[in-house]
């Protein structure tokens, strides 16, 4: 399922995270806008970078902004 159209100028930014014990933890740092709202930034840890749960996400938040008619 790719992007709904209304996602443009997608930027995604790989960086790290460190928990409590000082452990780097590897990020990915998606940066979107959703029609002309935004930017919003999903963040997405090292077990959750498959592309349909990336999607799915996303998705969610477009539909989120649909529901709340913020989108048509």
């Known amino acids: ?5 209304e996602v443009t100028d997608v930027q995604v ?8 014990r000082g452990n780097p933890t590897a990020v ?3 940066t979107y806008f959703i029609g002309s709202h935004g ?3 999903s ?4 077990g959750e970078q498959d592309t349909p749960h990336i999607e ?3 998705s ?4 989120a ?8």
């Open 1 to 5: 399922m790719p992007l709904p159209k």
């Open 65 to 72: 902004l649909r529901a709340q008619g913020v989108i048509s």
């Open 28 to 30: 990915m740092l998606y």
């Open 56 to 58: 799915r996400v996303i």
């Open 39 to 41: 930017p919003f930034t």
């Open 13 to 20: 930014k790989d960086t790290f995270e460190f928990d409590k």
């Open 43 to 46: 963040k997405f840890y090292a």
């Open 60 to 63: 969610d938040r477009v539909a």
